[in-house]
Structure formats: C-alpha cells, structure tokens
C-alpha cells in the first residue's frame, strides 16, 4: 500500500511543476537577452544570415548569442551559439559569431578554428574573413592576415576602414619583401629574391622599379626572355625609365639584335644623357650596318687570309666617308667583277684610288693580299688622310725606316716605310717586313681600324662597323 502511495506521487510531480508553470503564467523559455545596451564590440562584424538559412530555428539563438557578446556576457553567448549548432550543424553564422566571442575574450587561438569552420560552408562570408584576419594578425600572421583582410574587402568594398588598414599593411609587407629581396640578390639567393619580388609585385602591382629590379636578378640568372618582359612592364608603368631601356639594349645588343638594341639605347638617350650609353648606342648602329652586310664580309675577320674584294670591301665600307672626300675618276672599266659580292665597293675604291684594276682591266678579287699589297692600299689611304688635313704634316711622310729584307731602293719600300713609320703596319721582333706573307683578316681589320682613328682626327670619319 505505501509502495503504491509512492508511485502516485511520483506520478503527480511533473503535473505539480506544470500547474506551477501555468499558476505564475510564465511557460519555459530560453535565457532573456538584455533589453536595452551600449554595444561592448561596435567593431565587429555581425554575421549575416543568408535566405536559404533563415528558417533554421538556430536562428533565433545565434540572434541572441550576437546581443549577449556585445552586452558583455560571453557565457550566455557561448551558451546560445552552441545551442545554434546542435540545433543546425550546418548553420554556419554561429560558428563566425563563436570565433568573435574567442577574440572578445582575447584568444585569438581559439577563436581562428571556428572562423575556419564558417569560412569551409561559405568562403564569402565577410563577417568570418574579417574575424580571421584579425585572429591571424594576433597570433603574428600579418601575411595570412593581410590574405583575409583583402578578400573582405573585395566581398564588401564598403569596409573603408579595413580597406585603409590593407592598404598600410601592404605597404609594409612590400617594404619587407624589398628588403629581404634586395640582400637576397646581393648575396647571391637569385631564386629567393626572384620569389620575394614577385611577391613585392603581387601587393603592389603599378610599381615599376620592382619590375626593373626584378629583371634585374634574372638577367644575372641567365633567364633573359623573364627579363626583357619585366624591364619592358617597368618601361610601360615609367615611360622614360632610362635604366631599363639601357638593359632591354644590352640584351638585344647580346642577342644579336642590334637594330632593336639601337632603337632601345636611343630611347634611353633621350630620357637621360649618357656618355657611355652614346658609345653603345653608336656601336649598335654599327654593328647593325654590319648585320645588314652579305655573310662574305661578316666572315673577314676569321678568314686566315683575305682577297682582294675582302680589302676593297672592308675599306669600302669602313672608310666610305674618306673615300668620298678624295677626288674620283668619272669612270672605271673593270671586267671581271660582275657577280662578285664586293662589286660596289670594288668600284668605290677603284674610283678614289686605293686599289686600282691591273693594266688588263682585270681586278683579280680572288687574289690573295700579301702584306705588301697592303701596304700599298694603306699608303693612298694615308695620303687621304693627309688631303683631309692639309697643313698638318705626318711624320710618317718623311720617315725612312730601316727593314732587314727591304732595300731602300725596293719599288715598294715606300709604302712599307710610311705603313709601319705611321703605325697602321707593324714589323716582326727580328724588324723584317716580310712583304708576301698573306694578310689574315684580323691583321686586316687592325689596320683599317687605326687608319680609321687617324680619320676621324682629321676630320674625315669612318663608319665604325666591324
């Protein structure tokens, strides 16, 4: 009998706690959210709940988990987001809510798991970017920081605020990048400072002296191609960035590219002055008029002898302007240069002077030049080098040097004396001429090359090509 007392009692307990519930009118509710209050966190950003989630009765709990963080009270916070999530796992807003709840309290390493949950089920989410970059940026993580801030503000252009804060992080991370770039490059960490410039680059996209540094590094790694586009991107960000247009000319210049490297060098010139980009630019046109010459002449200065349309060829080209001062003969008959490569210039200095067709009209281009051959073109040159000048006597014109294997009364002892008295012509150590050795075409060169100087100090300049 008492047993049965007992169940009946335990039986009309709950009944009793409802009737008490429904006597004082107050039915069971979830904790009551302050009413009225000064927001603790006006900075933070309030997760937004999306359409296809706002039927989710997780809802209503991370509505009040958000008023009770910013009341202060962090405990019914956590209490109500958590709630949310058993409610709806995949109700992504209370998990960002959560991660500002952790940074309310200042643990920026608990809060970046949940800001890392929100951002997995929405990577836009803003409130969950920004919220984890400011975890990163506490935990010393001002690159990833910087990451997150930035896709925020391309989500929400409207975050002016976090939008100048990028911006001054940016502007120290580049300057961090630079700096670390630049000792990289100078102790020789090519790939490291390539990797960091990039990296300058990414931030700061319209500088163009990173560009021009860059190419810089890689054109000391040999990867030239990288280079010339980089120097050419600071070029086009800094239209008279003369440095860059110096180096664009030394590449093309290197390539093999002398018409490209004149035009780059003459563009540098004429944003800032140079000496020495002056006498590469001269060197590029001439060794561009060589380019343009047939492949006969461009092998003269390897051949172990020359002909005589090598010579005609290389004093026709190279001293063309001294040619044309000296007083030519209306006419030339030569009869044996038709198709020969060298038939302009053979008649250039067949017309001056300098080399002369033989008593049968004949100008043998085939015929290899001895040193005495020589000689001879070197001194009809001299003389026009002297009609250029007149008044300034050489000494070379009264010289009278002593050789071991030419008399003074040799038919050519005055060419060699005036060759070597002026030092366009040089004797071997025992002072022999040696006057039918066959000329190769770097002795050749050598002396076109200082009868060229003498020229261009008398006033009658050469081309300068090569």
Not at 75 to 85: C, M, V, Y
């Amino acid at each position: 009998m008492v047993t049965c007392k007992i169940c009946a009692m335990r039986r009309l307990v709950p009944l009793a706690i409802v009737a008490a519930f429904a006597a004082c009118g107050r039915p069971p509710r979830p904790l009551p959210t302050p009413a009225a209050f000064v927001p603790q966190f006006p900075d933070f950003i309030v997760p937004v709940v999306p359409a296809d989630l706002s039927g989710s009765p997780a809802a209503g709990n991370q509505d009040r988990g958000w008023r009770f963080l910013q009341a202060g009270d962090f405990k019914s916070a956590e209490r109500e987001l958590d709630t949310a999530l058993k409610v709806d796992p995949a109700f992504y807003p209370a998990e960002a809510a959560f991660g500002w709840v952790e940074l309310a309290r200042k643990d920026a390493k608990a809060a970046l798991p949940h800001f890392d949950r929100a951002l997995e089920r929405e990577h836009r989410d803003v409130s969950a970017l920004v919220g984890r970059g400011q975890a990163l940026f506490a935990l010393n993580r001002e690159s990833e920081a910087l990451t997150a801030f930035e896709a925020a503000v391309a989500e929400d252009p409207s975050l002016t605020d976090l939008g100048r804060r990028v911006e001054v992080l940016r502007f120290r991370h580049q300057q961090e990048d630079l700096t670390r770039a630049r000792e990289a490059a100078r102790t020789g960490r090519s790939d490291e400072a390539v990797s960091l410039y990039n990296r300058a680059i990414a931030s700061s996209p319209d500088s163009a002296f990173l560009y021009r540094e860059l190419a810089n590094v890689e054109h000391q790694q040999g990867a030239d191609d990288r280079a010339l586009e980089h120097f050419r991107k600071a070029i086009a960000l800094d239209p008279p960035d003369a440095r860059s247009l110096t180096q664009v000319g030394a590449i093309l210049d290197a390539r093999g590219d002398f018409e490209g490297a004149a035009k780059a060098y003459s563009e540098a010139l004429a944003a800032e002055p140079d000496d020495a980009v002056e006498a590469k630019l001269e060197n590029a046109r001439a060794r561009a008029e060589v380019a343009r010459l047939p492949e006969e002449y461009r092998a003269i200065d390897a051949a172990a002898q020359v002909t005589r349309a090598d010579l005609a060829a290389l004093v026709g080209v190279r001293l063309a302007p001294l040619l044309q001062t000296a007083r030519r003969r209306d006419a030339v008959l030569i009869t044996d240069i038709r198709n020969n490569w060298a038939a302009n210039w053979i008649i250039a200095v067949a017309r001056a002077g300098v080399m002369e067709p033989f008593a049968n009209h004949a100008f043998q281009p085939r015929t290899v030049v001895r040193r005495i051959d020589l000689a001879q073109v070197v001194s009809r040159l001299l003389g026009k080098v002297a009609e250029a000048s007149p008044g300034q006597p050489s000494a070379w014109q009264s010289a009278r040097v002593t050789f071991a294997d030419i008399s003074a009364g040799h038919l050519a002892y005055p060419a060699a004396s005036a060759a070597v008295a002026s030092g366009v012509m040089t004797v071997s150590a025992n002072n022999t001429f040696q006057p039918s050795r066959p000329v190769s075409g770097r002795e050749a060169i050598e002396a076109i090359d200082r009868i060229e100087a003498m020229g261009r100090a008398s006033g009658a300049r050469g081309k300068g090509g090569r």
